[in-house]
């Protein structure tokens, strides 16, 4: 794990009058960072109440330390650089080297204290979505706290009441803020480590952005004509698989911070809801399902047991967000006849090559000349061909004979065939 | 309350033929008129079956009188002019001077008569959503009744067979009276007091605006890029508090008539809903929740007991939706660096500025020239600084020691703070 | 029932290989076609487990043998022509004729086998969408299987293994193809004759098109301005009615393949989703709704019992979703007073109209000069006058002594009334 000290850096900053305990100033906990989109689960831990971590997709979780009967994490507010898929980057603001930001993890009767360090050029706070707290901790610039200034440190500090499904993100310039990437998930775990226990739990956060093919930074006033559409701001096929030993009981989590509804729909299984950020659903309320609609500001997890082998698509199901950057009005071509131009035209530019009077399936093959750092509309290969998506989908992969998870093992989740698969029979 | 009779000119109507019964002719109930945006909840009501009434953000209760044993309100279709929020106004269409026109309030078993007045340049009708009547009184122009032409009167009647959430809007030139703001809440109490009881009751609608800065009337033809987000056709810092005595029961209701879901996320608290325009929910149904998503065409209610005091932040979590007027095609600025470009400007138009280049914060801050009647993008000023919102947003106050509802006091729901709050420790 | 042999040119269609048993190469069965709107329903099945067959709005059930135990059917993917509404048709792509394909109708614990022609000029694939199945028949292209290419013919087997609410459509080149209109019902009766049973079953599947005015072929690219939306590629008043006989206990079911949340509501009535994709909801569970909000890739079915006589209005909510083709960047007009200059250019152009200035009611009644193939903006007839309605709108029309379902009577689901109703007392 890629860790780098902000100590030097966070002893400069001006800590935020009144909200911070004396008791805090004498030294801050260190703001590890991550630098790439790579999944690390972290190790069961060593100290306080115990709990399975979670995976959290091309992402990892924050450490944390225990002080004063505290578990104490730190969060830097600041423009990271993110790995949207291998071929394109982007310029977006996250807290400690990517967006989006650590997961938290900690456990239902936990104290927690956040020191949150502003290195972003505006202000700027941290909401505890869907976290029961006293107001004054609850992140709403102006309304809540004052915003943080750039270069200061604020801290947050409030018990972990009930156990569930959480996020973090700003509120303050929150549609810019949100816009560039800055969000995070929570996962408070239950008191008793049996309860709601699961093998495995990944999770991810929806965010979509709209960066203009060569360019690298999101146009963040962009209300609804986005062109990439990620789960931790990653877009197919860089969004790491969900694999799961067969026999497994698996819980999938993601919250939507977007601007549109996400329905999510896994193949192969049907399940149902267990948890919102509203905490846990009770049996006799749960709904069979196979497609999940996630408004924004919402979280769900759903669990099922990892019966059935093979390959499973999971994905949002507005067929445009399965798509990397397109011209959304371009006109159609299918049943246009080109043959009689198309060769006029080759005389004179013998490159040219028409596109889409037969659909658009060519593409799912097709080396074009894209600008610099932009993905390909639609892409990808499995073990059959081209899987001709982009954008929010990945493959649930349920195999026999995985190993019971290892905990030493940092990279038990991933597996070693990479996007192409098992042979199915 | 401002009333103004509009007697004279209902007599010189034309009564619509056929379901107006004979006895309505001798004379029409006055149709009251709200003459501005000020929340007015109406005393507890002297005949008729006893009941809570509402308070709807912003607006007001429509009256009404006993006649034969039916319940009899009249309701004006008219053009009316609406401040969205101090600084702005807008040209609609709403019943009896306002849009949102009067919520209605009866008890189920009720018989109710409806006189519906049309003074709109063209035909209209109101149907009634969620209500279970005969198919003549439903209200959908051509199919259950001829249109209400400009200058008639139509009589709807029918009984309230079951208590709940429910709302009233045309069933003729749907789309644009719609847009031009018609719509209104309809609540029917339980005919038991007790159920159901809750101390503190808010309902408001949700409806979209496309007008162009500096001018007045929505641009009807817009299907998805609105500008002006609004809850009772007011945007922040037009909205009325949410006010509630610490330990008070409290609910919320809400619906949606605009082109989009709206997901309702309150903080501070984890709720259940507990109503919606097909009834009140099983308590095995429901679903622990911070974020409703409301889809058009439905309303929801929520419950919760208001224990923790503070101020809460209420909103709809799509982010632009808690923004005011803005072009969201703007390129982005962020991370461009104009400070050679800018101090050359500068030499020739002293006043200029470049926004954006570090997000949008200064933005709620800024005393920028904007074209009359223009909102600022986002504004709002808190106990901390500035609160950076816009449209969908308001705030639950949660306070020790208001004293218990006065329905003698019309402003009891008023905080005397205004928009500037609590001390939170 | 207008039906053609397929079988000389499958005869002739290379079968892909691998997953093709050997037994089924002899003879494949008969792809059956449909060649308009009308709604067939089936008569009762005189071989297999027995159950009662659905009604598909504008469309049809699928046809199959039984053989070696098995239920086989064949689907032929193909460009169609379909009529959108009287005056309007569209090319799209579907199944055995029309778009959508036929309503696939089976029970649970059958074992059956789809042979799957490709006609189309790319690869297709189908995806069994909801149904629980080994991961090679699960229909995506590149992962479970290669695309069929054209001219090929591949088969799929499985068991069905619950009953419920699914539907089909292709994993390959996805967005265009399903933009196209690829996609069909698919139905799982229960195994239990008296479970689950209803008098009336209707079924209907959304899709939105962009098809420009005056032209055929919809624009495969758009993400959000679609201007044709539709149930089963059908507008008002191309819709069928959803005729029930008083007290009959009727279900309806739908799907949604488009790329935004339709929430379904329907007048008069209040009831309970009682499927999903998912399955079938538990009793404990169910909410009581007068609107359905259907997301992307969701399949719901709601229950009521028609005790109410008359013209009940079903249809989305959003109320852009119930016009036909407009221009939804026009400015409005309504306030502008264009008398002075209407007049003026009256003299140079005697037939000059203005639109709008009062509303568009005036649009329901109009006899406009359109582009040909375009339909009218609002329009619809019934028996009051004008209904002025487009796109994704129907009418519930519950009439006493309309004769029990008689079988043999192909047309039993016709009301012979039309679109004029029932005099409403």
Redesign the interface.
């Known amino acids: 794990m890629n860790r780098r000290s902000f100590m030097a850096t966070s002893a400069a900053a001006v800590l935020a009058a009144g909200a911070v305990p004396r008791s805090a100033l004498a030294s801050l906990p260190e703001a590890a960072v991550s630098e790439g989109p790579q999944m690390i689960v972290p190790p069961l831990p060593t100290e306080g109440r115990p709990y399975l971590p979670v995976a959290t997709l091309n992402s990892w979780s924050a450490p944390w330390r225990m002080r004063d009967g505290y578990k104490e994490f730190h969060l830097t507010a600041e423009?990271v650089e993110r790995e949207i898929a291998p071929g394109m980057k982007a310029?977006l603001w996250g807290y400690n080297g990517q967006a989006p930001g650590p997961t938290i993890e900690c456990v239902e009767g936990d104290m927690v204290r956040f020191y949150v360090t502003n290195r972003?050029?505006?202000?700027t706070t941290v909401?505890w979505?869907?976290i029961?707290?006293?107001?004054?901790m609850?992140g709403?610039?102006?309304?809540?706290?004052?915003?943080i200034k750039p270069g200061e440190t604020f801290v947050y500090e409030f018990e972990m009441k009930k156990s569930g499904t959480f996020m973090y993100h700003p509120?303050?310039?929150?549609?810019?803020?949100?816009?560039?990437g800055m969000m995070g998930f929570l996962i408070v775990h239950p008191k008793e480590f049996e309860e709601h226990k699961v093998d495995r739990d990944f999770v991810f956060l929806m965010s979509a952005y709209d960066i203009d093919p060569g360019s690298y930074?999101?146009?963040?006033?962009?209300?609804?004509?986005f062109n990439l559409w990620t789960w931790n701001s990653r877009c197919f096929p860089g969004i790491d698989h969900i694999v799961c030993s067969q026999g497994d009981k698996v819980r999938i989590r993601f919250g939507n911070l977007t601007?549109?509804?996400h329905?999510i729909?896994m193949?192969?299984?049907?399940?149902?809801v267990t948890c919102?950020?509203?905490?846990?659903?009770?049996e006799?309320?749960?709904?069979?399902?196979?497609?999940v609609?996630c408004?924004?500001?919402?979280m769900r997890a759903f669990e099922f047991t990892a019966d059935?082998?093979?390959?499973?698509?999971i994905h949002c199901?507005?067929?445009?967000h399965?798509?990397n950057p397109?011209?959304?009005?371009?006109?159609?071509m299918?049943?246009v006849d080109h043959r009689g131009i198309a060769s006029q035209i080759v005389e004179l530019e013998p490159d040219y090559m028409v596109m889409?009077?037969?659909?658009?399936?060519?593409?799912?093959m097709m080396e074009m000349q894209l600008p610099r750092n932009t993905l390909p509309m639609?892409t990808?290969?499995?073990?059959?061909?081209?899987?001709?998506?982009g954008g929010m989908f990945s493959?649930v992969k349920v195999r026999e004979g995985l190993a019971d998870r290892d905990f030493s093992d940092p990279g038990w989740y991933q597996h070693p065939e990479g996007t192409v698969?098992?042979p199915?029979?």
């Not at 929150?174 to 816009?179: C, G, L, V, Y």
């Not at 930074?217 to 004509?225: E, L």
């Not at 006799?284 to 196979?290: D, F, K, L």
């Open positions: 423009p310029f972003l050029p505006e202000h909401h979505h869907g029961l707290l006293p107001s004054g609850d709403v610039g102006g309304l809540s706290q004052p915003q509120h303050a310039d929150e549609m810019t803020q949100m816009a560039m930074t999101p146009r963040v006033n962009t209300m609804s004509d601007m549109t509804n329905p729909h193949h192969g299984y049907d399940f149902e919102t950020d509203g905490g846990w659903v009770p006799s309320a749960r709904w069979p399902e196979v497609t609609d408004a924004i500001g919402q059935a082998p093979g390959d499973w698509a199901h507005k067929s445009h399965t798509m397109m011209g959304h009005d371009v006109p159609t299918i049943g889409g009077e037969r659909g658009m399936a060519d593409m799912g639609m990808g290969w499995g073990q059959f061909g081209p899987i001709e998506m493959v698969a098992y199915v029979s």
